[in-house]
């Protein structure tokens, strides 16, 4: 199989997958566990990081000990898997992926996600043909993408023919992504929907989006 176009490396949490007001949830029941006021949408997307411990440090003006980010976790993660089922993709993102594809162009999610429970949500939405490879965390939570950017397409280049990390655009809305697509000589985009504000994504020098056709349409542009 060999592709025409670039390469797109989606992220899922926040980008393909509209799953803010689940995170908001989950983040402000995580916080009432250990006393913090709850955050508003506005400054969550003001103060976010990954790793994850690096957000807790910002609103708590200290690290998070290893039993209060234990504890936040699994407080986190129970939370937002109650509120999963609310969650859907994001505006026209299931026709953007049928175009790519249509237009000969390969795709893959890698996210942070954790793997077991990424497939079955994806197969869930009937987008799992879309994609050449769809990968999410296998270990901890808390790490950060850059971690495995460069495993994962080193993995796709060599299991299918045109597919280059410089002919490859990650798309997603954290700095994270943007940071991880430099790491290993990709291309980004982010999209303004998920968990940063603008003002943050601008940190990353990249091209910034609000939406996921614009980024579509530019990472087009950017592999021409």
């Known amino acids: 199989m060999r592709t025409r176009t670039a390469h797109i490396v989606w992220d899922w949490n926040g980008t393909l997958f509209h799953d803010i007001d689940a995170v908001m949830s989950a983040t402000n029941a995580a916080f009432a566990e250990i006393g913090l006021e709850p955050i508003t949408l506005e400054r969550y997307r003001e103060l976010y990081r990954v790793p994850i411990p690096r957000f807790y440090e910002r609103l708590l003006g200290r690290r998070p000990t290893e039993a209060e980010w234990e504890h936040m976790d699994v407080v986190f993660h129970r939370h937002y898997r109650a509120h999963l089922a609310r969650c859907a993709l994001a505006e026209g993102a299931e026709s953007l992926l049928a175009s790519w594809q249509g237009a000969g162009g390969t795709q893959s999610i890698l996210s942070m996600h954790g793997h077991d429970d990424l497939v079955p949500l994806v197969r869930g939405f ?31 280049e060599r299991e299918l023919e045109g597919i280059r990390a410089g002919r490859t655009v990650v798309i997603g809305d954290a700095l994270d992504d943007a940071e991880a697509a430099r790491g290993a000589g990709a291309l980004a985009v982010l999209y303004t929907g998920g968990s940063h504000s603008r003002a943050s994504l601008a940190e990353a020098g990249v091209p910034v989006v609000d939406s996921l056709s614009e980024a579509v349409a530019l990472a087009g542009e950017m592999v021409a």
């Open 126 to 156: 009937g987008i799992e043909p879309r994609f050449v490879r769809v990968e999410g965390r296998r270990g901890p939570s808390g790490g950060s993408k850059r971690e495995h950017m460069g495993r994962h397409l080193a993995e796709l």
